[in-house]
C-alpha cells in the first residue's frame, strides 16, 4: 500500500470513532489468541515484532524496547530470572535471519501506555502507533551513524 | 543549539571541559548510605575529592533503599567535587524522571549518568512495583530532548534548558557480543556523549569490543571511560565473579587474589586495577577511567597515584587556589 493510499485509510477509520471501535473490539481477541500463545504478547497495542527478531520486547522483566541491559549473565540468561533466556540474546539471533537484519538497531520510542490492551493490528491500520516523543527529527536509526556492512 | 552544535569545550561540565582538551579523565564512584549521617559520605568526598575530575553518585545501588543521588550530588557541589548523578529507569516514570533532572540543573548538577537500573526483584524490596516507563536508551534521548532541543517527552517547549552532560552505560562483558557494540552506536545516536562501561577485568574481551568500536567510528563520536575498581578480598571477587550478572572475571584473577594471604589481599587488589589500567590506556579510542571502588574510597587515591594519574588537571588548580585563601586568611587573622 502506498503512503498516500494509507494514509487516507488511516484518516478515514480515525474519523469514525464508531467504526475505529467496532473494528478494536474485533482485532483485539484475534490478536490476543494469535500472537498471546506464539509470541507471549502483551497488547502493549504498539507492535514492534518485526524489528526485534519476532521476539515480544514486552516479555523481557524490565520492558527494554531498544536492547539487552547489562545484567545479561555469560551463558545468555536473564539477570532476573535465572532459568529464563535473555529475550534479547534470542531477538538480536533471531532478528539476523530474517531479511530485514537492520531493523534491529532502529530506535524505538517510548510505550504509549494508553494504547495498552488495544488491538495493534488497528493502531497500526490509524497510525496511532507512531508515538514522537520529544520535538525534533532525530536519528531514527543507530545505523544512521556507524558504517553497516550486512 | 542542535545536536550538531554541541560542543564539549563550551559546556559548563568540568568533565566534558577535561575530556574535550583531550586529558585522560579520571571519575570516581560514591554509594550514597542509608540513613540520614551524612559524615560517611563526607569523609569520602573528601578523601577523593584530590583525585577525580568527578565523581558519579548511585541511585538506589542494587535495587536498595540509599540516600537519594540527586541531594548528594549537590552536597559534592557545595564542596566544589563536581558530580555524576546517576539516574535509572527502575524507579521513576517520566513525569518524575523530567521533573529530577530539573531538579538537580537547578541545584548545579552538570552531569548525568542515564541507567536502565537493575531489576528490584533481587533488592531489599523484592515486591515493588518495576516501573520501567522507559528504558536507558530512552532516558538518554528524553535527557537530550531537553538539553539540546530544550523541550520536553511530550514536545512541549522547556525554557531555559538544563545544561547536563548526557552519559551512558556499555556492558562488553554481556551477550550477545557482535550485538554491543552497535547497541553502544543507539546510545550515541540517542544522545549520548560519555560512556561508562562495566567493571573491566577480561581486558582480551574489552581488546576485542574495542576494535569493533574503533571499525563503527564510534571512538570519535563518544567519550569511553573505562570502568575499573579493586578487589578488596578474595572473597569479594569471588562473589563478582559468581553473583554479579553481567560481569567477567578470568580464572586467573580468582587464583591470584586466593594465593595471596588474606592480609595482603587489598594491597594485590589495588595492584591488578593498576594493571588493568595500564593495560586500558594503551587501547585507542579510551578517554578515561572510572574507578568503582565499591564502599572502599581510600583505595582511590593509591590508585590513582600509582596508576601515574595524579595531579588531575582542573582539581590540582582548584586546590592549590583553595590553600592560597586559606592561607591569606590565616595571615589576615594572624
Given at each position: 500500500?502506498?503512503?498516500?493510499?494509507?494514509?487516507?485509510?488511516?484518516?478515514?477509520?480515525?474519523?469514525?470513532?464508531?467504526?475505529?471501535r467496532?473494528l478494536?473490539?474485533?482485532l483485539?481477541?484475534?490478536?490476543?489468541?494469535?500472537?498471546?500463545?506464539?509470541?507471549?504478547?502483551?497488547?502493549?497495542?504498539?507492535?514492534?515484532?518485526?524489528?526485534?527478531?519476532?521476539?515480544?520486547?514486552?516479555?523481557?522483566?524490565?520492558?527494554?524496547?531498544?536492547?539487552?541491559?547489562?545484567?545479561?549473565?555469560?551463558?545468555?540468561?536473564?539477570?532476573?530470572?535465572?532459568?529464563?533466556?535473555?529475550i534479547?540474546?534470542n531477538?538480536?539471533?533471531?532478528s539476523?535471519?530474517?531479511?530485514?537484519?537492520?531493523?534491529i538497531?532502529?530506535?524505538?520510542?517510548?510505550?504509549?501506555?494508553s494504547?495498552?490492551?488495544s488491538?495493534?493490528?488497528?493502531?497500526?491500520?490509524?497510525?496511532r502507533?507512531?508515538?514522537?516523543?520529544?520535538?525534533?527529527?532525530?536519528?531514527?536509526?543507530?545505523?544512521?551513524?556507524?558504517?553497516?556492512?550486512? | 543549539?542542535?545536536?550538531?552544535?554541541f560542543?564539549?569545550?563550551?559546556?559548563?561540565?568540568?568533565?566534558?571541559?577535561?575530556?574535550?582538551?583531550?586529558?585522560?579523565?579520571?571519575?570516581?564512584?560514591?554509594?550514597?548510605?542509608?540513613?540520614?549521617?551524612?559524615?560517611?559520605?563526607?569523609?569520602?568526598?573528601?578523601?577523593?575529592?584530590?583525585?577525580?575530575?568527578?565523581?558519579?553518585?548511585t541511585?538506589?545501588?542494587?535495587?536498595?533503599?540509599?540516600?537519594?543521588?540527586?541531594p548528594?550530588?549537590?552536597?559534592?557541589?557545595?564542596?566544589?567535587?563536581e558530580?555524576?548523578?546517576?539516574?535509572?529507569?527502575r524507579?521513576?516514570?517520566?513525569?518524575?524522571?523530567?521533573?529530577?533532572?530539573?531538579?538537580?540543573?537547578?541545584?548545579?548538577?552538570?552531569?548525568?549518568?542515564?541507567?536502565s537500573?537493575?531489576?528490584?526483584?533481587?533488592?531489599?524490596?523484592?515486591?515493588?512495583?518495576?516501573?520501567?516507563?522507559?528504558?536507558?536508551?530512552?532516558?538518554?534521548?528524553?535527557?537530550?530532548?531537553?538539553?539540546?532541543?530544550?523541550?520536553?517527552?511530550?514536545?512541549?517547549?522547556?525554557?531555559?534548558?538544563?545544561?547536563?552532560?548526557?552519559g551512558?552505560?556499555?556492558?562488553?562483558?554481556s551477550?550477545?557480543?557482535?550485538?554491543r557494540p552497535?547497541?553502544?552506536?543507539?546510545?550515541?545516536?540517542?544522545?549520548?556523549?560519555?560512556?561508562?562501561?562495566?567493571?573491566?577485568?577480561?581486558?582480551?574481551?574489552?581488546?576485542?569490543?574495542?576494535?569493533?568500536?574503533?571499525?563503527?567510528?564510534?571512538?570519535?563520536?563518544?567519550?569511553?571511560?573505562a570502568?575499573?575498581?579493586?578487589?578488596k578480598?578474595?572473597?569479594?571477587?569471588?562473589?563478582?565473579?559468581?553473583?554479579?550478572?553481567?560481569?567477567?572475571?578470568?580464572?586467573?584473577?580468582?587464583?591470584?587474589m586466593?594465593k595471596?594471604?588474606?592480609?595482603?589481599?587489598?594491597?594485590?587488589?589495588?595492584?591488578?586495577?593498576?594493571?588493568?589500567?595500564?593495560?586500558?590506556?594503551?587501547?585507542?579510542?579510551?578517554?578515561?577511567?572510572?574507578?568503582?571502588?565499591?564502599?572502599?574510597?581510600?583505595?582511590?587515591?593509591?590508585?590513582?597515584?600509582?596508576?601515574?594519574?595524579?595531579?588531575?588537571?582542573?582539581?590540582?588548580?582548584?586546590?592549590?587556589?583553595?590553600?592560597?585563601?586559606?592561607?591569606?586568611?590565616?595571615?589576615?587573622?594572624?
Amino acid at each position: 500500500m502506498s503512503a498516500a493510499k494509507s494514509h487516507r485509510l488511516a484518516g478515514f477509520i480515525r474519523s469514525r470513532p464508531r467504526l475505529e471501535r467496532l473494528l478494536d473490539r474485533l482485532l483485539r481477541p484475534v490478536e490476543r489468541l494469535t500472537k498471546g500463545p506464539l509470541f507471549g504478547c502483551q497488547m502493549c497495542g504498539q507492535c514492534v515484532l518485526h524489528s526485534t527478531g519476532m521476539v515480544c520486547p514486552m516479555t523481557c522483566p524490565k520492558n527494554l524496547r531498544n536492547g539487552p541491559c547489562g545484567g545479561v549473565r555469560l551463558d545468555g540468561s536473564c539477570e532476573v530470572y535465572h532459568d529464563m533466556q535473555c529475550i534479547w540474546v534470542n531477538a538480536y539471533t533471531r532478528s539476523q535471519k530474517l531479511f530485514w537484519p537492520e531493523e534491529i538497531h532502529d530506535l524505538r520510542p517510548p510505550v504509549d501506555w494508553s494504547l495498552e490492551g488495544s488491538a495493534s493490528w488497528l493502531n497500526l491500520l490509524t497510525a496511532r502507533d507512531q508515538v514522537q516523543s520529544g520535538c525534533e527529527s532525530q536519528p531514527a536509526s543507530a545505523l544512521d551513524l556507524v558504517p553497516y556492512d550486512s | 543549539m542542535t545536536a550538531s552544535d554541541f560542543r564539549a569545550t563550551e559546556h559548563p561540565s568540568r568533565l566534558a571541559a577535561i575530556l574535550a582538551a583531550g586529558h585522560f579523565a579520571v571519575a570516581a564512584e560514591l554509594s550514597p548510605p542509608l540513613g540520614v549521617d551524612l559524615e560517611k559520605i563526607n569523609h569520602n568526598a573528601r578523601t577523593i575529592r584530590e583525585y577525580a575530575d568527578a565523581v558519579n553518585v548511585t541511585d538506589n545501588q542494587a535495587a536498595s533503599v540509599r540516600l537519594a543521588s540527586i541531594p548528594v550530588c549537590a552536597l559534592l557541589v557545595q564542596q566544589g567535587i563536581e558530580p555524576v548523578a546517576q539516574m535509572t529507569c527502575r524507579d521513576r516514570n517520566r513525569l518524575a524522571i523530567q521533573a529530577d533532572l530539573l531538579g538537580a540543573a537547578a541545584l548545579g548538577i552538570k552531569n548525568l549518568l542515564c541507567l536502565s537500573g537493575d531489576h528490584g526483584r533481587w533488592g531489599d524490596h523484592p515486591g515493588a512495583k518495576n516501573v520501567f516507563d522507559l528504558d536507558s536508551t530512552h532516558l538518554v534521548r528524553l535527557a537530550r530532548n531537553m538539553v539540546e532541543y530544550g523541550c520536553l517527552d511530550n514536545g512541549k517547549p522547556l525554557s531555559p534548558a538544563p545544561r547536563l552532560f548526557i552519559g551512558a552505560v556499555a556492558n562488553p562483558f554481556s551477550p550477545p557480543y557482535d550485538y554491543r557494540p552497535f547497541r553502544l552506536a543507539k546510545k550515541v545516536a540517542a544522545g549520548a556523549r560519555f560512556i561508562q562501561t562495566q567493571l573491566i577485568f577480561n581486558v582480551d574481551r574489552f581488546r576485542t569490543y574495542m576494535d569493533r568500536v574503533r571499525e563503527l567510528g564510534l571512538h570519535e563520536q563518544v567519550f569511553i571511560l573505562a570502568g575499573v575498581g579493586p578487589f578488596k578480598s578474595s572473597r569479594q571477587a569471588n562473589f563478582m565473579a559468581k553473583k554479579v550478572a553481567g560481569m567477567d572475571v578470568p580464572e586467573v584473577l580468582l587464583e591470584r587474589m586466593e594465593k595471596t594471604p588474606r592480609a595482603a589481599q587489598p594491597e594485590e587488589g589495588i595492584r591488578i586495577c593498576c594493571e588493568i589500567i595500564e593495560q586500558v590506556r594503551e587501547i585507542p579510542g579510551i578517554a578515561g577511567v572510572h574507578i568503582m571502588a565499591v564502599h572502599w574510597a581510600e583505595a582511590v587515591p593509591e590508585i590513582i597515584s600509582r596508576a601515574g594519574l595524579y595531579p588531575r588537571p582542573i582539581m590540582a588548580a582548584t586546590i592549590a587556589k583553595d590553600r592560597q585563601e586559606a592561607a591569606l586568611t590565616t595571615q589576615q587573622e594572624g
